[in-house]
């Protein structure tokens, strides 16, 4: 299959997963009664939608189709890059911060990247605010599954990496509960585009199920208060470590874009 019809394939699923995301949060929102939806905000390179509820106090849902060229130190860091810095990418990147602060925030990303070579690379991740072990095994039960079906070496590798990825070191500690991380997938485009799929299919179910179990629990000042400095962990973690951040300003991203998963508030000791 030639390149540009790939690039093609994944840029329509993207686009489809964008919407199946956004439907599912507007979803939410109507059951509990709000009837606030996405702001959509188009620019050169895609679209990003925003919504302020009563569920999802901030959140974010972004489209993107770059091309461009890196910057010549930060290319020699990107595989296929060094010689010739240009480069073609596309994905989709959800940041959910709820207004409850018994639902955990989350993340996910996925993207296909083109230099003189092409991969996948994406994964999601759950920061609750208040430790739910019941909660975490079935966040990570499903992930198994969803990773068994395509290779039972996926859900290990990817679990460990995102351990390692979501961790800030001046703090000694993880950001949530983890989830799987993944990237430089380029073994097989037809079995690597059939993963990518199913972990944003997974990642638009588990917004339902985790969300909904707990949008209408009561919460306490404290409970704010533990959110809010949890959402200064966040904050750390995006600007002084997260790759998708970096990757983003470097590559002419739409910075209102790029920084939308900050939380709408957040406070630190």
């Not at 993880?174 to 690597?192: E, L, Q, V």
């Amino acid at each position: 299959m030639e390149i540009k019809v790939k690039k093609k394939i994944t840029k329509e699923w993207f686009i489809e997963l964008k919407k199946l995301i956004c439907k599912n949060i507007e979803d939410l929102e109507k059951e509990y009664g709000s009837k606030i939806k996405f702001k959509r905000n188009k620019w050169k390179y895609g679209e990003f939608n925003k919504i302020e509820g009563e569920v999802i106090e901030k959140g974010g849902v972004a489209f993107s189709n770059v091309i461009g060229k890196f910057p010549k130190e930060f290319a020699k860091k990107i595989p296929g890059a060094k010689k010739k810095n240009y480069f073609w990418s596309s994905g989709v990147s959800v940041v959910l911060h709820p207004k409850n602060p018994k639902v955990p925030a989350m993340h996910f990303n996925t993207r296909f990247i083109c230099t003189q070579k092409a991969w996948f690379g994406g994964g999601m991740d759950v920061t609750p605010n208040i430790k739910d072990n019941i909660e975490k095994k079935k966040i990570h039960k499903e992930l198994k599954k969803m990773c068994d079906k395509h290779n039972t070496k996926f859900y290990p590798k990817y679990k460990k990496w995102c351990d390692q990825y979501f961790y800030l070191p001046h703090r000694n500690e993880t950001r949530g509960i983890g989830g799987i991380f993944f990237d430089y997938k380029m073994d097989n485009w037809d079995k690597d585009f059939l993963f990518v799929k199913d972990v944003g299919i997974t990642f638009a179910n588990l917004i339902k199920k985790i969300v909904r179990k707990k949008m209408f629990f009561k919460w306490t000042k404290k409970d704010k208060e533990i959110q809010l400095l949890k959402r200064g962990r966040y904050v750390e973690f995006n600007l002084l470590y997260d790759r998708g951040t970096k990757f983003g300003l470097n590559s002419g991203g739409n910075s209102d874009a790029i920084l939308m998963s900050m939380p709408p508030n957040a406070k630190w000791k």
